[in-house]
Every structure is written in C-alpha cells, then in structure tokens.
C-alpha cells in the first residue's frame, strides 16, 4: 500500500506540473488538447497496461502524428479518396476509368488519395500525377509495395493499422469514390456510408463508380433494397447517401457541384452552423424551412460564432444557423443539395 502511494505520487506531481504548463499558456492555441495528451499517456504508467496494449497505443499514435504531419501543409486543398480492387490490371476498363477519374479530379483542383498499391489505386496515382497523389500504404504479412506512381514520394505514408488508416482516409476525404472490390473495398464503402449516416463524419459525397453496362453497384443495390431496407434495417433516405455514376466527366461534376455554395458545418452546442460560399437568400431560407421542417428549424443567418475563433479559416464564409435533430443526415444531405441549386 505504501509503495502504491509512493508511485503514485510522482505521477501527480507530473500530472500539476502539466495543469501548471497549461495555466501558462493563457489557453494559447492547442495548448489543452497537447496536456491532456501528456496527462493521458502519464497516467498509463499507473493503469497496469500490459506491454502489447502499449506498443498498440505508441504505434498507433506515431502513425498518425506522421500522418497529421504530411496532410498538414495541404489542408485548405480538399481531398477524394478512391478506393477499389488491387486486382484490376492496366488493360482493364475499370483501370481505364480510375486513371480518366482522377486526372479529371486533379485538372479541377482536387488532390486523390489512395492506397498506395496495384490496381484501382496505382491508377488513380498515374491520373492524377505524383503532385496531386497521397499514398496511404498498408504493411501486409505479404509486403504490398507502393506503386511506381507514388513510391518515394514524401507524400507516401505506411501504416501497419488499418484502423489509424482508415481514419485518414476519411478524416482527410472530401469525397469517396469507389470502385469495385473484394472484401477490402466492400469495408470501407460500409465504413464511409457508417460515418456519414450516423454523424461521425462530415457529410459528404459518396459515389459508386461503374462501366456504363456494368451491374456491381446496381446488384449491391437490389440488395440493400430487397434484403436490407425491405426488412427495415435502413430506411429509404439513406440510401441516396450513395451515387451510382458511369463516367468521369459526371463524377467530377457531382463532387465539385456539392461544394459550389456549401462549405463546410459544425455543431455548436445543440446549433449546427452550415458555412456557405455565397450568402444564404430569403428564398432560400424560406424554402428549408418550409421543406426540410422534419430535421431543421430556426433557420438564420448569422456571422461567425465565438466557438468557430479556432477554425480562422473559414471566418469569412456565410453561414446559416438552424437547430438540427442530430438524427437523419440522409435528409441533412438532400437538403446541401438544395442549399447548391441542385434541386
């Protein structure tokens, strides 16, 4: 007992001399979030974590600080990962379709990011071009090696998580595209539509992308529809979190359709603050509230709010100011698409 409190001791002295750092800072920047990282990984020393939950815990936060690290400097550039087969070769019209997609996405102003490897993913690298390519690689017991596209390029990144992968894949996306797959893909399709429908994520466009003749994506569908949705897993709004497109140009289109007057959005306490490129109309304000009465009210204009001063980058955007029910983004998505004069 006595030994206890021995250790215990030094680790909250450890623990105030981090409180009193903090208190130095006059709450500059990030100093809270950076002691509550040091307060947590201190107090690991005293939680009895066995040696295999701590290598987990450091690997995965070295790979994703080295992640954070390499995205940062291209922040304000928005992003579309691409997922798909790493079975698909270069003569294969899938190929084909992947490289057209993402060199258009580039010429728009887009960077891609992929996985790294053959396939769907080396295609997008060679479409966009090694300028506008993230590579986020995953170590495989059967090494998966980068594609010539994005080997040794700074903006490669190895993981040997799939989780912390995963996360930058979505963190960083400002749109997901996939094509056809196995398991891998079918993962992080369910993974992107999971986040989005359920407020974990942004929302944002999701698109299948087909041959014009081909049937993966419209069986996929019948499936949803017929042994998902019919049973009452899902209801019928949430599958128009999905796209099906079958050409580039189109792809292109709908991405950069989605963020021509909608921005970005952010809850502040039970508010959700929606940023827009232009300034919200009467009209249109009138016709959310009238059609989308079922998740939002309240709607305003409004300026910047005091909780938005940590984002400085977005504070000259318009905003509209609407209570929000936190429960169908499905509809939440419909209504960004009225908010861009799709609809």
Same mark, same amino acid.
């Given at each position: 007992m006595v030994k206890d409190q021995q250790q215990t001791k030094p680790l909250a002295d450890i623990v105030a001399q981090i409180d009193e750092w903090l208190q130095a800072q006059n709450g500059?920047?990030?100093?809270?979030?950076?002691?509550?990282?040091?307060?947590?990984?201190? =107090?690991?020393?005293n939680d009895n974590a066995g040696r295999g939950d701590l290598k987990i815990l450091n690997r995965a936060m070295q790979e994703l600080r080295h992640a954070f690290r390499? %995205?940062? &400097?291209? =922040?304000?550039?928005?992003?579309?990962?691409? %997922?798909?087969?790493? =079975?698909?070769?270069?003569?294969?019209?899938?190929?084909?379709?992947a490289r057209s997609l993402a060199q258009g996405l580039a010429e728009a102003g887009f960077m891609v990011i992929t996985g790294a490897g053959p396939g769907i993913m080396q295609a997008g690298h060679e479409g966009a071009g090694r300028d506008k390519s993230f590579g986020v690689n995953i170590r495989l017991p059967s090494a998966q090696l980068a594609n010539r596209f994005i080997r040794d390029d700074p903006k490669l990144m190895n993981f040997h998580f %799939? %989780?912390?992968r995963k996360l930058m894949f979505v963190k960083e996306a400002d749109a997901v595209v996939i094509f056809p797959g196995g398991f891998g893909t079918q993962d992080e399709l369910f993974e992107s539509i999971t986040l989005v429908q359920t407020g974990k994520s942004q929302v944002l466009p999701i698109i299948l992308m087909?041959?014009?003749?081909?049937?993966?994506?419209?069986?996929?569908?019948?499936f949803l529809r017929d042994d998902v949705m019919n049973r009452g897993y899902i209801i019928e709004s949430e599958l128009n979190l999905v796209k099906i497109l079958t050409s580039a140009e189109s792809a292109v289109k709908e991405i950069a359709t989605f963020y021509r007057n909608y921005h970005s959005y952010r809850f502040v306490n039970q508010d959700l603050v929606i940023r827009l490129?232009?300034?919200?109309? &009467?009209?249109?304000?009138? =016709?959310?509230?009238?059609?989308?009465?079922?998740?939002?009210?309240d709607a305003k204009p409004t300026g910047p709010l005091p909780e938005e001063t940590d984002? &400085?980058?977005?504070?000259?955007?318009?905003?509209?100011?609407?209570?929000?029910?936190r429960e169908d983004f499905a509809r939440l998505r419909q209504m960004i698409a009225v908010i861009n004069g799709e609809e």
């Open positions: 500059a920047g990030n100093a809270d979030q950076l002691a509550g990282i040091m307060r947590t990984v201190v =107090r690991l020393a390499i %995205f940062a &400097p291209y =922040r304000q550039i928005r992003k579309v990962s691409i %997922f798909g087969s790493t =079975r698909v070769e270069e003569s294969d019209p899938y190929y084909r379709l %799939f %989780f912390t087909d041959l014009p003749d081909g049937t993966y994506w419209s069986r996929w569908q019948e490129n232009h300034p919200p109309s &009467p009209a249109l304000i009138d =016709r959310l509230s009238r059609d989308f009465a079922d998740i939002v009210t984002e &400085p980058d977005t504070l000259h955007l318009h905003r509209l100011l609407v209570r929000f029910n």
